[in-house]
T-cell receptor, first 117, second 114 residues
Framework: SAVISQKPSRDICQRGTSLTIQCQVD?????MFWYRQQPGQSLTLIAT?????????ESGFVIDKFPISRPNLTFSTLTVSNMSPEDSSIYLC??????????????FGPGTRLTVL | AQSVTQPDIHITVSEGASLELRCNYS??????LFWYVQSPGQGLQLLLK??????LVQGIKGFEAEFKRSQSSFNLRKPSVHWSDAAEYFC????????????FGAGTRLAVHP
């Protein structure tokens, strides 16, 4: 498994501002993902963070709203831009380790709880 | 389309009682199946996984799950629930799509009475 940390753990922001969430992993991982969990809901994949190239976004999510960086194999950031109250959610970083059948096993960070006023 | 259904939104059990959380999936091939637990204010922790082989898999914290292909189910069980098991439980299936993402169910919230 991997130890995943996220910063900040929670934040309260004003509408129209942006917040950057950091995800740090204690070992090199093949893939990193960003999920959103809206209040009382399940997890929805926002995008796959690709090392050295642009992220791959899921339907309904766009780069202008959720720019993602992944400068190396242990770190990624997600920015929530021009926030509105509808962006209030828990944002979770996830990683997938490499090799064999465990390739599809994902581990999650503790999440960032965002409230937009 | 691939999907995961968790029919029970909320379940309440007494401490010491047995537990079964239901999960049904729709998938075009042999799936990889997962159960995650999310305690209040926490991220997701992997309880167990099924890739292939023995259809009864053991996980952490005394949980087990059984893969039944004929019923497209992967139900989670525990013989004796502890108060600390109160949490939200998510079933997930993968890979899905070109990037091997996971599809999550809506979750089942478990409450445990003393």
């Amino acid at each position: 498994s991997a130890v995943i940390s996220q910063k900040p753990s929670r934040d309260i922001c004003q509408r129209g501002t942006s917040l950057t969430i950091q995800c740090q992993v204690d070992s090199q991982v093949t893939m990193m993902f960003w999920y959103r969990q809206q209040p009382g809901q399940s997890l929805t994949l926002i995008a796959t963070a690709n090392q050295g190239s642009e992220a791959t976004y899921e339907s309904g999510f766009v780069i202008d709203k959720f720019p993602i960086s992944r400068p190396n194999l242990t770190f990624s950031t997600l920015t929530v831009s021009n926030m509105s109250p509808e962006d209030s959610s828990i944002y979770l970083c996830s990683v997938r380790m490499g090799g064999g059948r465990s390739y599809n096993e994902q581990f999650f960070g503790p999440g960032t709880r965002l409230t937009v006023l | 389309a691939q999907s995961v259904t968790q029919p029970d939104i909320h379940i309440t059990v007494s401490e010491g009682a047995s537990l079964e959380l239901r999960c049904n999936y729709s998938y075009g091939a042999t799936p990889y199946l997962f159960w995650y637990v999310q305690s209040p204010g926490q991220g997701l922790q992997l309880l167990l996984k099924y890739f292939s082989g023995d259809t009864l898999v053991q996980g952490i914290k005394g949980f087990e799950a059984e893969f039944k292909r004929s019923q497209s189910s992967f139900n989670l069980r525990k013989p004796s629930v502890h108060w600390s098991d109160a949490a939200e439980y998510f079933c997930a299936v993968g890979p899905s799509g070109g990037y091997n993402k996971l599809i999550f169910g809506a979750g089942t919230r478990l409450a445990v009475h003393p």
